[in-house]
Structures are given as structure tokens and as C-alpha cells.
């Protein structure tokens, strides 16, 4: 069975280091290199965020520190996983007004941003089973104002097993840029849920899966878990209207 991790937080590895006594080093111990889940032996590269297909790409940020990844669906709307607002410790959705959508995201600097005044979760959605729930695992944000226009937006398209696919956020390891997988492929479509085996792990989640679709790219589905080894799961949203209009409907 392959086992699958939501890939919203970093995961910190922990270092070892022996006791000093009389003033000496007695000695040390390397801590072992952790593996990030979904990466496997996969390149990543850095992505141009100020061009196409990534120019909807952006960071979801908190005020209480969790970032994710998120995309541009309408002028003043974006999409993220939904575990990526969750708060634990308070076993509560964080407030609208803490979310804070970046833009074009890069090394602290970003081309326009925008704080979130609602979302809406998807429904069937179970921050407390995330894995078991993760076909409704996306969350659709509305901004305080248009950060794009219409014709920046990418098409929506579905998955095929096979098709060439791309993944880039704003992963644990690289954090401040994004960084994506460009040469991956879907592997299989179950329902509303899309495997595929692009390179990303933490911090990956709420980024969009493009599928290539008569030569051009499309978002196929939104990331939200990453496999032992290399690859993770999407959820796929072919079949969704998405505008202003019927966000604010809900």
C-alpha cells in the first residue's frame, strides 16, 4: 500500500550533537538526511511566476505562520487546499481576514497582493480524516479585490492517465521561490482524484496540476498529498464552474 502525507507543513530535521564536558568537544553525531515524501528522484526547477503558465501562481500565508500554495481561478478569486486553513490547535478554520494571497511570489517580493474576506470549504471535507477526505480537500478563497484579469486566467481541463503534466510551489526545501516538476505525467484518474508522479512534497499543496491539452496548458486539479517516494494526488475539478459569480453564490 502506498502510503500517502498531506503536504501542507515542514517537516524540521533534528540534529544531534554530543555533550561538551571540561570545555572539549567529546564528539558529534550527523543527523541522518530526511526524505521528503513525493520527491523520490525527481528534478525540480526554479519556475518564472512572471510568465505564462505560472503567472497564476502564488503564496497563501497566514498571520499565524502556515504557508501554502494557491492559484488564480478568477480576477479576486484563488483556490488552495482547504487543509492548508486548518489550525490544529485550535481545531478550527483560521479567520478570513489572516489570509494573505502573494502574487507572483519570489525571494520576499511579489507583483500584487490581496487579503482574503471569505472561503468556502468544499463540502465533505474532514480537516479530522484529511486522507480519507481528500477528494473534497480544496478550498475556494475570495479576495478583497481583483489581482488579475480574465485573460490571464488559465482554461480548466481533465486529466487523462498519460497526459504530460507540471507541478511547481513553494516547497519546504526552497521555500522563498517556486520550484516545479516540468516533465511529469498523470498516472491514474479515480473519480475526483488524479495521481500523478511530478516531484513535490511540503509546501506543494493548493498548487495547480497543468495537464497539456492540445498543446496547451491547462489546470487539470489542485495538489494535496504526496506519496512515499516520488509523485502524490490531486483533486481534480474539470467539472466545476469557477467565477466571481458562482463563488459568491455559495
Known amino acids: 500500500m502506498i502510503r500517502l502525507v ?4 515542514a517537516v524540521g530535521a533534528v540534529c544531534l550533537a554530543s555533550l561538551v564536558s571540561g570545555g572539549a ?12 515524501p513525493g520527491v523520490g528522484a525527481g528534478a525540480r526547477h526554479a519556475v518564472d511566476v512572471d510568465h505564462e503558465p505560472w503567472r497564476i501562481l502564488g503564496r497563501v500565508q497566514t498571520e499565524l505562520g502556515g504557508r501554502c500554495t494557491g492559484f488564480m481561478v478568477a480576477p479576486s478569486v484563488i483556490m488552495t487546499a482547504a487543509h492548508c486553513l ?3 490547535e485550535a481545531a478550527n478554520f483560521v479567520q478570513p481576514p489572516s489570509i494573505h494571497f502573494m502574487l507572483g511570489y519570489d525571494t520576499g517580493s511579489w ?19 484529511p486522507l480519507r477526505t ?3 480537500d480544496h478550498a475556494t478563497v475570495i479576495l478583497d479585490h481583483a489581482l488579475v484579469k480574465t485573460t490571464d486566467l488559465l482554461q480548466v481541463v481533465a486529466a487523462v492517465p498519460g497526459a504530460p503534466a507540471m ?9 522563498e521561490l517556486a520550484i516545479g516538476d516540468l516533465s511529469c505525467h498523470v498516472v491514474h484518474v479515480r473519480g475526483q482524484l488524479i495521481d500523478h508522479d511530478c516531484a513535490a512534497t511540503h509546501g506543494a499543496s493548493g498548487a495547480p496540476l497543468l495537464v497539456q491539452e492540445d498543446g496547451k496548458w491547462g489546470i487539470a486539479g489542485i495538489d494535496v498529498t504526496a506519496r512515499e517516494g516520488q509523485g502524490g494526488t490531486a483533486v481534480g475539478f474539470a467539472s466545476e464552474a469557477i467565477s466571481n459569480e458562482t463563488v459568491r453564490e455559495k
Not at 498531506?6 to 507543513?9: A, K, L, M, Q, T
Not at 507541478?167 to 521555500?175: E, F, I, N
Open 86 to 88: 486548518w489550525r490544529e
Open 167 to 175: 507541478l511547481a510551489g513553494y516547497q519546504q526545501d526552497r521555500k
Open 25 to 36: 568537544i567529546a564528539g558529534s553525531v550527523r543527523a541522518a538526511p530526511v526524505a521528503l
Open 6 to 9: 498531506p503536504v501542507r507543513r
Open 134 to 136: 481528500s477528494q473534497a
Open 111 to 129: 507583483r500584487t497582493t490581496a487579503r482574503a474576506v471569505r472561503f468556502v470549504i468544499a463540502p465533505g471535507y474532514d480537516p479530522y480524516h
